[in-house]
């Protein structure tokens, strides 16, 4: 019984040295959301080396949805909402459409045998790669192909990102402040994560656990009690980390083979998903009267850090660039819980017939 709890200290000792120096390695590659990749790695050298199954307890993947879906509802504020009124119906529009688009894409994964309804639904839809990697669990669909798939699309735009910006007239624009020491928004933080991590430890449904502490700290934010709703990067780190491990513990061997298999069919589905929220942007630059970049930067499936530095530097409308960008991932978060029941229901509705002739 003592070797036993030994040798889970020790997979747990290694675990945080693991992820410590993957962080400082992946944030010196300037790698996007650096902490969640180092939880990953960590947690998959962990399970894949390991005799036994290791898990995240619970309430450390509730506390990093917890987390995520605070750092989300804060972007919410009064100037967000100020963009939105004055252009509602084309700015929804051109959200709603890039959204419902990258979900019917993404339903080529399922050409794949390994891959499900909700895997495919969860792993295309354009918003929020993290909170919707988090949540994947909750709806029965793989949180490691999730994962995968949400931020290969986020790499790949990131990766173009200079080269399209720059063919579409942007000059190189500075990288916008990301400063690790703002504190400001602690007191937002702390009352933010507390009420979240209360209500939704008694309110329950699919993906709860980030919905509800994303639409309390949104409240926060859009009534403006706080002067700041800045979360401190600690905090983001530990979340971010916290819902790594969690999907890293859940690789395995055949998860591996899977994925590498899955890989083609995954650059098809991200490029063209790209392509056609690309032409979108395009059509939506020409109907609101602003410049193919500034569009294509509205309409970008991923890649908001990159997206608002190259915005910041080179666009005309910042302020209408980031607010599509945001309230897309607002949106597609909130759908969760929906896209969850329905395709759960398909599912259910679909295996019924199978058990009663088993049963038979």
Known sequence: MKGRGDARVREWAVLVVLFGVASAVFAVAGLPSPYLFAGVVAGAVVTLTSRRDVTLPN??????????????????????????????????SGVLLTVVVTMG?????????????STAVFASIAGGASG?????????????????VQYFRVLFILLTLPLVSTLLGASGGEQADQSTGDWSGVAFTVVALV?????????????SGLVVPLVISAVLAAVGVFPSTQTPEPVLAVGYGLIGVMVGLSFTRATL??????????????????????????????I?????????????????????????????????????????VFIALLMLPVLGRIVRGRNEGGGSGASTGESQ
């Open 288 to 328: 609101a009267g602003i410049s193919m970049l500034d569009g294509y930067l509205a309409t970008t499936p991923g890649g908001l850090p990159a997206v608002t530095a190259v915005a910041v530097g080179s666009a005309t409308n910042v302020g209408l660039i980031i607010a599509m960008q945001l309230i897309r």
């Open 132 to 148: 919707v990697s988090a949540a994947a669990r909750e709806v029965g669909a793989d949180e490691v192909i999730v994962l995968a």
């Open 59 to 92: 309430v450390g993947r509730r506390a990093g949805m917890t987390v995520i879906g605070v750092a989300a509802g804060s972007m919410l504020d009064a100037g967000l909402l100020r963009t939105l009124a004055a252009q509602p119906v084309l700015l929804l």
């Open 195 to 207: 009420a979240g991590f209360a209500v939704s430890s008694v309110v329950h449904f699919a993906a």
């Open 257 to 286: 083979r899977q994925l590498v298999l899955l890989m083609p069919l995954v650059l098809v589905q991200v490029v063209l998903s790209v392509a056609v929220c690309a032409v979108i942007g395009f059509v939506f630059a020409d």
């Open 105 to 117: 894409i993404g339903q080529l994964l399922r050409l794949s045998p390994h891959v499900t309804a």
